[in-house]
């Protein structure tokens, strides 16, 4: 039997918080993986070292294990739908597929990663004094790409029940040891960036190890059974179908960012270092808009599931406001103490005065990104996830490559580069404002499906 569920049921905004906090701690612990391996590598290794384990090694990473995980969206709106539907079976099948797509997506992402990475580093012109560096880090990162997927997919399965919170404990105990890892196979055994990507892979496999071990206790229909783990080919269709497009749409941010990254390594490494610094700063925002998109998609697909379409509606109104606020308090809070946080990683004069020019580019335009993460999330949830994809790769990729092919060869500086960022966000936030506001997704999703009329529950007018 499928346990009380607050998502669907009572206020909104006391489950709202209860779930966005612990998937943005467990987001941002996460991130730490990395963030620790630049830290003790840009302070005790060197500047070369420091844009190794980020700038293109980063951007290929995430090109990869960003389209798993958009792929991996689809598990969890199809699990979140089902489970508020109050379908066990159909529950139980879910899960056993997601599970397994996490373990083939593993193995075939660390045979790409590991046979493409150097010419991918190469491609994109990567700095002679860091591909050295860069080819251990990412070889090796890609090594345990089985731990960092079934990791993912184990803790969308449990958002998409409701379960925000023992992801986040195992992120915390994990980054404690990738920092203990890091400092002992670094500052004491003198591995360097090679001793950083072993204690981050070794870290992701403790994670994932503890996620399935979870799942496979749990005493509801969500519950992993290794004799059951096999891909339902009527599942896997769905999934695909609805995670393909985010995936899809997550590859295009990488590629685009591959191509700003092509951009930034022709200014050299003092540059590169720099924005791999503040790739770790600007990742604490991205975590945080992540964590509302992930919570609003886990309460819409819920209650698109129980036929509540209110609560949809409600509860986009909520997080809209909680995450304006956010950018807000954010943009402030950086523009003001941003040198500060830039020490952290390098005691490197440049670097820190090419950060600061970095960060005050991009950060006060922080807000206008915030319709874009809130709509397509909520969008998604109810399973509409090809036209979102079109919005967010013509508004925030394609414009953003544009922008690179035919201003930057004009005004070739790094100003012009940085400027591809707010342009893409303020285009794309006023598309999905209209298309959430007059695009009839809603009604589309719920003919669709075969649920109640739109009608029936108050305040669902699309």
């Known amino acids: 039997m499928v346990k ?6 009572g206020v909104i905004w006391k489950p709202l918080l209860s779930f966005f906090f612990p998937i943005l701690l467990g987001t941002f612990f996460q991130q730490l993986y990395n963030t620790v391996d630049a830290i003790i590598v840009g302070n005790f290794v060197g500047t070369q070292a420091l844009a190794a384990v980020g700038g293109a090694t980063g951007t290929i990473i995430n090109l990869l294990v960003g389209f798993f995980v958009g792929l991996s969206a689809g598990a969890t709106v199809i699990i979140s739908q089902y489970y508020g539907a109050r379908m066990a079976r159909e529950t139980m099948q879910a899960v056993h597929t997601a599970v397994a797509l996490g373990i ?24 002679d004094d860091v591909m050295d560096y860069a080819i251990v880090y990412i070889e090796i990162y890609f090594g345990g790409m089985v731990f960092n997927l079934l990791y993912n997919m184990g803790s969308g399965i449990l958002r998409a029940v409701g379960d925000s919170k023992r992801p986040l404990y195992f992120l ?41 071990v979870i799942l496979m206790r749990s005493s509801d229909v969500y519950r992993v059974y290794l004799k059951e783990i096999r891909l339902d080919m009527h599942i896997l269709r769905n999934i695909i179908q609805i995670g393909l497009p985010a995936g899809l749409q997550s590859s295009m941010y990488s590629i685009s960012n591959i191509i700003i990254q092509t951009s930034i390594n022709a200014f050299g490494t003092t540059t590169v270092a720099a924005w791999t610094a503040y790739g770790k700063i600007d990742g604490l925002f991205w975590m945080i808009m992540g964590a509302f998109g992930t919570s609003v998609t886990t309460f819409s697909g819920q209650n698109f599931g129980a036929q509540k379409y209110d609560r949809i509606r409600k509860s986009v109104r909520i ?34 005065q090419v950060g600061m020019e970095i960060l005050y580019t991009i950060i006060p335009f922080y807000f206008t990104y915030v319709c874009v993460e809130i709509f397509s ?30 201003a930057v060869p004009v005004w070739n500086d790094l100003q012009t580069v940085l400027l591809s960022y707010p342009i893409a966000w ?37």
């Open 172 to 212: 915390i105990l994990c980054t404690v040891l990738n920092l203990v890892l890091d400092l002992l196979f670094v500052l004491v055994f003198h591995w360097g960036v090679m001793g950083a990507a072993i204690a981050t892979i070794t870290s992701q496999a403790v994670s994932a190890i503890l996620i399935l």
């Open 377 to 406: 999330g909520a969008i998604r949830g109810t399973g509409d996830s090809l036209i979102p994809m079109i919005i967010t790769c013509l508004g925030t990729c394609v414009l953003r490559i544009v922008w690179i092919a035919a």
């Open 319 to 352: 997080c809209l406001a909680m995450a304006f606020g956010t950018a807000i308090l954010m943009s402030a809070i950086l523009l003001l103490w941003g040198s500060y946080v830039y020490q952290l990683f390098t005691a490197d004069a440049q670097v820190i």
């Open 104 to 127: 083939v997506g593993g193995l075939i992402f660390m045979v790409l990663g590991m046979a493409l990475s150097p010419w991918a580093l190469e491609v994109m012109g990567t700095p």
């Open 4 to 9: 009380e569920n607050r998502i669907t049921e």
């Open 426 to 462: 303020i285009v794309t936030s006023i598309l999905f404002i209209i298309y959430y506001l007059r695009g009839n997704w809603l009604r589309r999703r719920i003919r669709h499906m075969g649920f109640a009329p739109e009608e029936r529950s108050k305040g669902a007018k699309s």
